[in-house]
């Protein structure tokens, strides 16, 4: 087995529902340069190696479909083709490793989707979306239709979307 595999799939999916929201225009317009660089690189790699697979071909759809995530059947063809290629081509082995390393030296990749609601009390914090202080790790974060976040006595705070707080 290629060590990696498995969080690439998980990168070529973000890449390929990071696109499908661009085009119906729900993009976050704060999208880190570097983070979509390696995304790229990442497609570019393992598409040219997999071509036409039906596994990728279905993993479009499936983000173009408004998915989040790839249903699991997808997730294991797409993990098994990306795999099969790299045992069997040493080249694109190597060029995966590189893209997927440079992709992970970005930092994380936060991604919220349809949280739901959240209270804080007693002097406590509440977030439905990314709460990232200060921004630690650098990355990106996205968050898209956020529940309400409700902040109820002194000293609480409560949020919605990305807080670098």
Known sequence: MVTGVE????YLFAWMVRKATRVAGRADAEVDR????????????????????????????EA?????APSER?????????EDAA?????????????LAALQATGPVDTVIDSGASTASGGGR???????????GGGSATAQRTGDATA??????????????
């Open 7 to 10: 969080i690439a799939v998980g």
């Open 34 to 61: 570097a983070l979509d660089e390696g995304m790229d690189r990442l497609h570019e790699v393992v598409s040219a190696r997999l071509g036409p697979d039906p596994a990728l071909e279905r993993a479009q759809e």
């Open 64 to 68: 173009e479909a408004g998915r989040d």
């Open 74 to 82: 997808t997730r294991r063809r797409l993990i098994d083709a990306v």
């Open 87 to 99: 045992e069997r081509d040493p080249g694109f082995a190597q060029e995966l490793a590189r893209a």
């Open 126 to 136: 509440a977030s439905t979306g990314v709460l990232r202080p200060g921004g630690a």
């Open 152 to 165: 109820e006595g002194a000293g609480s705070r409560a949020s919605t979307g990305v807080d670098y707080s």
